[in-house]
Structure formats: structure tokens, C-alpha cells
């Protein structure tokens, strides 16, 4: 139970990077303002951002006492919470709604780009034994721990922000052709 709560919360912060990196994604892919570091901290919905990571975390570990995979089916089909708060400028409860709604039909395809990378992060960190190795094991799990959050988790975040793009792009197009509009 630890260890799974522990995994849970330390994937806290994946929402907020993902947000992050959508202000940067989207100056460079579709032609969004580019922002100064400065200027993307004034104008992220961190409030909204930081309630959906924790939101995520929660309903995570509450899908994952049930058993591992609700807690796998609730992390992948609210994954895109982040990017959809700052794409579309999305209240927390419109996002996750959303997020679900994008997810839903390419979830496999979602499991794999984005659940699954992190949980392949997460069994390594959790098989390796530091105190086995290190007679100090603090700095160096602290050292493997972040180095394979900003691999892992940039990669992540970087294909979290442009499948949301993908799959937003998507559901237009069905709907503009759906109203007999041509894509």
C-alpha cells in the first residue's frame, strides 16, 4: 500500500509540466505566442492545474485500491487533464470531462504513449534496492529519481501535449464533417 501511494504521488507535478510544456508546444507547432518563462508563469492556470494533479493523484490510488487496472483505466483517460486546461482553457471539471471524452476512443493508443512509460518508470525505481548498493542510498535515489523523472517524464509530457493536439484536431474535423462542413 505504501509503495503504491508513494508511486502515486510522486507522479504528482505531471499535470503542471504538461500544462507547462503546452505553452511552449504551442507557440512552436501552431503558431501560439511565444512566451518568456516569465510570461508563461503569469498566464498558466496554476490554481486549475495543480487541483487537477491532485485530483489525477487522488482518483489514481482510489482506482488503484480497487485493484491495479481501474487505477491504470482512470490515470490513461484523464491523462490529457493538463494540456486541456491551458489548450482549451478548460475549468477542472470541463477538463477531466473532455480529457475522457478524447482518451475514450484511442485509449490503447493513450495507455501506450502515456500510462505506460510511466509505469515502466516506476518499476525501476521500485526494483532497485539502494541500500543493497549504496552504503548512503539517499543521493543516489534521489540522483536516479530525478534524472529518470526529466527522461521519462519530458518525453511524457511533451507526447501528453501533442496527442491532445491530435486528438482536439480530430474531433473537429468528425464534427465539421459530421455538420456537413468540409474538414
Sequence with gaps: ITSTASAVFAM????????????VVGAHLHG????????????L???????ADVVLAVATLAGLALFVVPGVVIFTLWSLVGPLITIEDRSL???FRRSWQLVRPCFWLTL????????VEQAVLHAIHYTEIFEHPFVPAFLLNGLLGMVIGSVVGLVEVVL????????DNRASVAKGHAP
Excluded at 501560439?32 to 498566464?43: E, F, Q, Y
Excluded at 501506450?112 to 509505469?119: A, D, E, I
Excluded at 491532445?164 to 474531433?171: E, P
Design 12 to 23: 504528482v507535478g505531471v499535470v503542471v509540466y504538461a500544462g507547462i510544456l503546452d505553452k
Design 112 to 119: 501506450c504513449l502515456v500510462t505506460v512509460p510511466l509505469q
Design 164 to 171: 491532445a493536439y491530435d486528438l482536439i484536431a480530430r474531433t
Design 32 to 43: 501560439h505566442p511565444d512566451l518568456s518563462v516569465r510570461a508563461i508563469w503569469r498566464v
Design 45 to 51: 492556470p496554476l490554481g486549475r492545474l495543480v487541483a
Design 93 to 95: 471539471g470541463s477538463a
